[in-house]
């Protein structure tokens, strides 16, 4: 069915100018869109560059230098690259089925969380026991930080994106009161934790910083991809995506699936709060996310909700950000701009998505009221 839309002000001059849905978005062109989104996040930032008197070629080869060339450059980007994969692809998961989850920062916080307080409470016991109860309670505390708006907006109707967004704050300050209170390890000066027991801290991968919540993202990815590509769960979340009132009519419990839905998606999310809890802080912090979760979202978007694009994406988006770090000590750039980056990467794929599936459409006045 081929959608239009009357852009305003149409209608006050000679012709009506309306926006029309395509009908069969070119596959090219879809799938030019995220090297697209890339280029214009690049060339605005270099724009940015210049205005702070800079020269973006240095840059961009600083912060390629910067990375490339140092080993440990290298293990930060798999570091940074598990927890935005594993919540990227909790949040692809919910955007297939139209639920806008944008509470992956919140239940990686929900995540690490109850991944510490369990380890911490059975850290005695054997790490063949402690290691999966662990791993476990961080699925499990992501889910339910996930299950919450599910619940609320099957239940009250309630808008998805303001209660996952809510749900972030709700996380964020429970760990921070934690980390001052009741869980701050008393000889220290800083909001932080008491460390892990050793048996519940994730085993190191050659015996570097890499730790297994790398092969748990890569799992992950494998199990997302079979689950969104080859179940009838996973058709079912693209059938709810594409048209909620037909799934409905079909049969499809839509409030049952969105909450399932939302159990695995703020699961991942979960898992990667864990990682960096047991796999590489070793105790809880205020920073125990930088921001993951609102990266995953860039990079689902940059990924156009595929799992294999979705963790390239995922890589790349570690990479700007160990590259910015590095260019952030060696150039004196702020921070900021590596974020802007990721801000202009969205703009550049929603800029594509509307180009791809809409066109413009002008028409006379005269021809529109004959129904041509």
Known sequence: MVQ??????????????????????????SALVPLVA?????????????????????VYAAMLDG?????????????????ILLASLGVALAFRASFWNIGAEGQIYAGAIVAFGV?????????????????????????????????????FRTNEIVTTLMMNYIAMYLLFYLVHGPWKEPTLNYPWSWRLPAAAVLPGLGGGRIHAGVLLALVALVAVYVLDH????????????????????????ISRSLILLMAVSGGLAGLAGMGEVCGLR???????????????????????????SVAISSVFLAFLAV?????????????????????????????????????LVTRQRGAQANGN
């Open 4 to 29: 239009e839309t009357e852009a305003p002000g149409a209608g006050t001059g000679q012709h009506w100018i309306r926006v029309r849905k395509r009908a069969t978005p070119s596959l090219l062109s």
């Open 38 to 58: 890339v280029l214009f996040a690049l060339v605005t930032g270099s724009l940015l560059i210049l205005i702070g008197g800079l020269n973006p070629l240095d």
């Open 67 to 83: 990375v490339i060339r140092s080993r440990s450059g290298l293990v930060e980007v798999v570091l940074k690259m598990a927890p």
């Open 119 to 155: 380890g911490s409470a059975i850290g005695s016991l054997p790490a063949a026991i402690v290691l999966p109860t662990v791993v476990i309670a961080g699925f499990v505390g992501g889910a339910i930080w996930g299950i919450v708006p599910a619940l609320l907006k099957s239940r």
């Open 230 to 253: 080859h179940t009838f769960w996973g058709y079912e979340i693209r059938f709810i995506g594409a048209n909620r009132r037909a799934a409905e009519g079909a049969g499809i419990n």
């Open 282 to 308: 070793l105790r809880l912090l205020e920073e125990i996310s930088l921001g993951y979760g609102f990266t995953a979202i860039t990079a689902a978007l940059l990924g156009r909700l595929e799992p294999i």
């Open 323 to 359: 590259g910015g770090q590095y260019v952030q000590r060696a150039m004196n750039i702020p921070y900021s701009f590596i974020e802007a980056i990721s801000a202009l990467l969205v703009l550049g794929v929603l800029l594509g998505r509307l180009l791809t599936e809409y066109q």
